[in-house]
């Protein structure tokens, strides 16, 4: 924007300082011009009238001649042609006048219609030639035959003009130097508040809402600023309003979750009991006491997960980081599911890292879990460790070595709006991928009632996704995978058939390999 305006500037100074120039030469050379051809005709009428009065004609060469002298005395230095039929005389005997004075107003005068006038240029030198028609005194003003042509040289005013000339154009540089700061002026007066406008934009773009811009004048940028004003203020009182919703609405999920322990611990310890008892009781009760259940530990894994959910909202959520082999840890999270026979693993052992436990637990439980409910056998779970340039996930960061470890099956796969969905709260993955056996819906039952994470009582997010789960899992898993600084990615197709869920984990180490 600056440059454009000082080029803008000083475009237009330029501009108008040469029109100026050219209008002002143009005038200033018509006018120099003008008055020197008027001085040389009327000069030239009154000294041929006050000689001409007593001159004879015919006359010989020598009395043409002193005519022709004593018509240039009295017009200084102007050389002067008197012609008489074939009789030519001139004041200067040595100078060439053929060249300048030109056959058409040779036939001008000739033809007697008074004084006639040109501008020449002869030997690139300008000249101004004046002729004139020596009449009778009579009252028919008959012409005599006596032609007189007198030259004036033209070089001074020539010099003259192109004297101004010069000066005008050298004064089109300070004009246009001045120009230039003018403009620098202008355009700092302009750009100022446009840049500190742009600066609380980009401030208020990157969360301080409370960027504001000082209001000067009353011109059209004032009115920007005020308006940039009143909308950061509607802006901020709204993210205010809607932290604090969100506050009370992270708040509220947190207390009714705490407040639905105690009644789901009741209402859990008598379901066991039922549960117990169940082969002793009629076919309906048994039926409707395991139901009973069933239904209490989804609950309770459901009460779990929002309080898990509320402390990742809340950022209280914290690792409990140690070195740990990631090989037995998956090992021991299928095997207390009892899900070893069903998943097909390729662990490499030696590979330790830092990391919570528990948490990747539940990020094992939550991606076999769903491949073995949703997909289709096979199953594989893989680990390995890549380098920095083998790869990786977004927000991983860049340098460093890295856990990847995939959860893959065979079914049909994801669609691609529930791969933009599969780690939203609540969305239940059974809408984008359903088996509808019999022996998968046994299956999900057990593996929702199935054991205890480690460490005693179902692992927050250790239910699953879908039907039988919380609907939580996923987002869980997600939030456990950034708390360790890693993130989760999602293969909905695979070119042979199935989905495919990755673990990408940045592998620290305490052994002196890496750092904590």
């Not at 993130?487 to 390999?513: K, M, S, W, Y």
């Amino acid at each position: 924007m600056r440059v454009r305006l000082v080029v803008t500037f000083v475009l237009v100074a330029l501009l108008s300082a040469v029109t100026a120039t050219a209008l002002a030469y143009r005038d200033a050379r018509t006018a120099v011009l003008q008055r020197t051809q008027n001085t040389a005709v009327d000069d030239l009428r009154e000294r041929v009238a006050a000689v001409a009065a007593g001159f004879d004609l015919p006359p010989d060469q020598r009395s043409l001649s002193r005519f022709a002298a004593e018509v240039s005395e009295g017009l200084g230095a102007r050389i002067v042609v008197a012609r008489h039929q074939d009789l030519t005389a001139v004041s200067d005997a040595y100078a060439d006048t053929e060249g300048r004075i030109t056959a058409e107003l040779r036939a001008a005068v000739r033809a007697g219609d008074g004084t006639r006038f040109q501008r020449v240029e002869w030997r690139g030198e300008p000249y101004l030639v004046v002729g004139t028609p020596v009449t009778y005194a009579d009252g028919d003003r008959r012409t005599s035959g006596l032609e007189v042509f007198a030259i004036t040289d033209l070089r001074a005013e020539r010099d003259d003009t192109e004297a101004l000339l010069d000066s005008v154009r050298e004064g089109i540089v300070p004009v246009v130097a001045v120009a230039a700061l003018l403009a620098l002026l202008a355009a700092g007066t302009v750009l100022r508040p446009v840049r500190k406008l742009g600066r609380a934009t980009r401030e208020l773009a990157a969360g301080d809402l409370g960027s504001r811009v000082a209001v000067r004048g009353h011109d059209e940028l004032a009115d920007l600023a005020r308006t940039f004003n009143e909308t950061a203020g509607a802006l901020q009182s709204s993210d205010a309003e809607l932290r604090a919703q969100e506050a009370k609405a992270r708040r509220f999920v947190a207390d009714v979750s705490h407040e639905l322990r105690t009644p789901l611990a009741a209402m859990a310890m008598v379901a066991t009991v039922l549960e117990e008892d169940a082969d002793q009781l009629p076919p309906d009760a048994a039926r409707a006491a395991r139901t009973v259940g069933a239904e209490t530990a989804r609950l309770s894994r459901l009460v779990e997960d929002l309080m898990e959910i509320s402390r990742f909202d809340a950022g209280a959520a914290r690792l409990n980081a140690s070195e740990t082999d990631l090989a037995d840890t998956v090992r021991a999270s299928l095997a207390l599911r009892g899900w070893t026979d069903r998943v097909t693993l390729d662990l490499p052992e030696g590979v330790r890292a830092v990391v919570d436990r528990r948490r990747v637990d539940v990020i094992v439980a939550n991606l076999v879990g769903n491949a073995l409910r949703h997909g289709a056998p096979p199953v594989t779970v893989t680990l390995a460790v890549v380098g920095a340039g083998g790869g990786g996930a977004p927000g991983v960061g860049e340098g460093g070595e890295r856990v990847v470890l995939e959860v893959a099956d065979r079914g049909p796969g994801l669609p691609p709006e529930a791969r933009e969905r599969v780690f939203d709260r609540f969305y239940k993955a059974d809408e984008a991928r359903t088996r509808t056996t019999a022996a998968a819906t046994a299956t999900a039952t057990a593996t929702a009632t199935g054991p205890a994470a480690p460490g005693g009582g179902p692992g927050p997010g250790a239910g699953l996704d879908g039907g039988q789960g919380s609907g939580l899992g996923m987002a869980i898993a997600l939030e456990n995978a950034r708390l360790h600084g890693g993130t989760i990615e999602v293969e909905a197709q695979r070119p042979g058939g199935g989905a495919a869920f990755t673990l990408v984990l940045p592998l620290r180490r305490t052994d002196g390999e890496g750092e904590e």
